[in-house]
């Protein structure tokens, strides 16, 4: 399984995200010999409405089979900001498939859903604090 992400900032209120991931497999048991390709890609927007409130339109490819199998998924997604890092948003896709492999945090089932998100990042454990994190403190001469 591999998979390349990259997210693109061009106002403060806008997000574009993308994704390209792809796996490939080879099943040798029980003397059969199976091999099976996926790839997908993904594209989300997401506007922030107010400092609690977003909004995101999501859509996504997938390919299976050497591309002889397509799904495509279509959605959108209102998020709101509990406390920090921490959203609750739910969402509707009108079209969608299933992937557990490629589909990573997403929800790419057609239909309702909810879900909680919360942003990990360097702060959490005080890595800002260099009285906590020793990499970050100066070194003693």
Do not use: C
């Amino acid at each position: 399984i591999v998979s390349l992400h990259g997210n693109y900032q061009p106002r403060k209120d806008l997000i574009w995200s993308g994704r390209i991931a792809g796996k490939w497999t080879q099943d040798r048991s029980n003397g059969l010999d199976s091999k099976y390709n996926a790839q997908l890609v993904s594209g989300r927007m997401i506007l922030e409405l107010s400092k609690r409130w977003d909004l995101s339109i999501q859509a996504s490819s997938h390919f299976s089979n050497s591309f002889k199998t397509q799904q495509y998924g279509l959605g959108v997604e209102l998020g709101y900001l509990l406390t920090e890092n921490l959203w609750l948003a739910g969402g509707f896709n009108f079209s969608g498939f299933e992937d557990e492999d490629l589909v990573d945090g997403d929800y790419t089932n057609p239909g309702w859903y909810a879900r909680l998100r919360y942003k990990f990042d360097e702060t959490l454990f005080g890595g800002h604090d260099s009285r906590i994190n020793n990499t970050l403190a100066p070194k003693p001469n």
